[in-house]
């Protein structure tokens, strides 16, 4: 099969894209112009790489023509930051995904995979962990461009039977999540850790988070290309919660470095807790998290420890 990976050369899309190559799949990965990839394709590789922006209908025709369906990963806007701007965020993502599907509906291309925030649609939990069934109330513009989405992916069903599948993704760490995003507790932790640096800590480190290690999620996408079920929203985390505090006295162990802490005061759109119930996906995809977070933390620190000699023999 022929897919297109939208957002497909960056840390969570070059992983997905590494396990559906290696399922002998073909791939045109799109990303926005001088955007650095994460992970240089070979030219033996069926890899087909075009740079183009999601907001130009020409550019979205070039990368839909011909494939047999569409992973969707991009996102312009950080959960953190996107109460900033909510206008750039609706007319980047919101609008931009909608010419996407227009354009998929011209040229009858049915199916598509979306990556939405397990993290942030639901807001502050009710009761956890979270089903697909709790009540979304999200916090951030991030997570409400997320839930728009997901409505536009339904409503294309109804008009254009289109073939949505919606992951609601926890939080992802691992193999090639860089540092300068700005976005994801594990790589700054692993960062400072391992560099003896102090960790910033926003409230008493009790903020509890599902962190999901990204071999695990390009597992899910792969299942979620081959399912044929009548469900459509799955969320895919590893159903335990960890806080910020246990994730340091975590890292402190694998890397036998002792780490500073510097509590500040807490954020008032982080919610306390958000743990996924990920059983759906179990009973429907066949998928369950495989790794654990002791597993998922070494193999991450090892690779970033590696790509920081590898760095280092380059200078």
């Given at each position: 099969?022929?897919?297109?990976?939208?957002?497909?050369?960056?840390?969570?899309?070059?992983?997905?894209?590494?396990?559906?190559?290696?399922?002998?799949?073909?791939?045109?990965?799109?990303?926005?112009?001088?955007?650095?990839?994460y992970?240089?394709?070979?030219?033996?590789?069926?890899?087909?790489?075009?740079?183009?922006?999601?907001?130009?209908?020409?550019?979205?025709?070039?990368?839909?023509?011909?494939?047999?369906?569409?992973?969707?990963?991009?996102?312009?806007?950080?959960?953190?930051?996107?109460?900033?701007?909510p206008i750039?965020?609706?007319?980047?993502?919101?609008?931009?995904?909608?010419?996407?599907?227009?354009?998929?509906?011209?040229?009858?291309?049915?199916?598509?995979?979306?990556?939405?925030?397990?993290?942030?649609?639901?807001?502050?939990?009710?009761?956890?962990?979270?089903?697909?069934?709790?009540?979304?109330?999200?916090?951030?513009?991030?997570?409400?461009?997320?839930?728009?989405?997901?409505?536009?992916?339904?409503?294309?069903?109804?008009?254009?039977?289109?073939?949505?599948?919606?992951?609601?993704?926890?939080?992802?760490?691992?193999?090639?999540?860089?540092?300068?995003?700005?976005?994801?507790?594990?790589?700054?932790?692993v960062?400072?850790?391992?560099?003896?640096?102090t960790?910033?800590?926003?409230?008493?480190?009790?903020?509890?988070?599902?962190?999901?290690?990204?071999?695990?999620?390009?597992?899910?996408?792969?299942k979620?290309?081959?399912?044929?079920?009548?469900?459509?929203v799955?969320?895919?985390?590893?159903?335990?919660?960890?806080?910020?505090?246990?994730?340091?006295?975590?890292?402190?162990?694998?890397?036998?470095?002792?780490?500073?802490?510097?509590?500040?005061?807490?954020?008032?759109?982080d919610?306390?807790?958000?743990?996924?119930?990920?059983?759906?996906?179990?009973?429907?995809?066949?998928?369950k998290?495989?790794?654990?977070?002791?597993?998922?933390?070494?193999?991450?620190?090892?690779?970033?420890?590696?790509?920081?000699?590898?760095?280092?023999?380059?200078?």
């Amino acid at each position: 099969m022929k897919y297109v990976i939208f957002g497909g050369g960056g840390f969570i899309g070059s992983n997905i894209a590494d396990k559906l190559l290696a399922e002998g799949h073909s791939l045109r990965i799109f990303e926005r112009p001088r955007v650095p990839p994460y992970r240089v394709f070979e030219a033996h590789e069926n890899v087909e790489w075009i740079a183009g922006d999601l907001q130009s209908k020409h550019d979205l025709e070039e990368a839909i023509k011909g494939v047999d369906g569409v992973l969707h990963l991009v996102s312009t806007t950080l959960p953190k930051s996107s109460n900033d701007d909510p206008i750039y965020d609706i007319q980047t993502n919101v609008i931009a995904t909608l010419n996407m599907l227009n354009v998929m509906v011209e040229q009858k291309v049915e199916q598509i995979v979306f990556i939405s925030s397990g993290g942030t649609v639901y807001g502050k939990p009710v009761q956890c962990p979270l089903s697909e069934e709790h009540p979304t109330d999200p916090e951030v513009s991030y997570g409400i461009s997320k839930l728009t989405i997901e409505k536009y992916l339904y409503l294309y069903k109804k008009l254009h039977n289109i073939k949505p599948v919606i992951l609601r993704v926890a939080n992802p760490y691992g193999e090639r999540q860089r540092i300068e995003t700005a976005q994801g507790a594990i790589a700054a932790f692993v960062s400072r850790a391992t560099a003896g640096k102090t960790i910033d800590i926003w409230g008493d480190g009790s903020v509890t988070r599902d962190y999901i290690y990204i071999k695990d999620i390009a597992n899910a996408f792969s299942k979620a290309l081959k399912y044929q079920g009548s469900e459509i929203v799955f969320n895919i985390g590893s159903g335990e919660g960890t806080s910020l505090n246990a994730l340091i006295d975590l890292i402190e162990k694998i890397t036998d470095n002792a780490v500073t802490r510097n509590f500040m005061p807490a954020r008032a759109f982080d919610v306390p807790i958000n743990v996924l119930n990920c059983s759906l996906a179990e009973r429907e995809l066949g998928w369950k998290a495989e790794f654990s977070l002791h597993d998922g933390l070494r193999h991450t620190i090892n690779w970033y420890i590696d790509s920081l000699t590898t760095e280092k023999n380059k200078g």
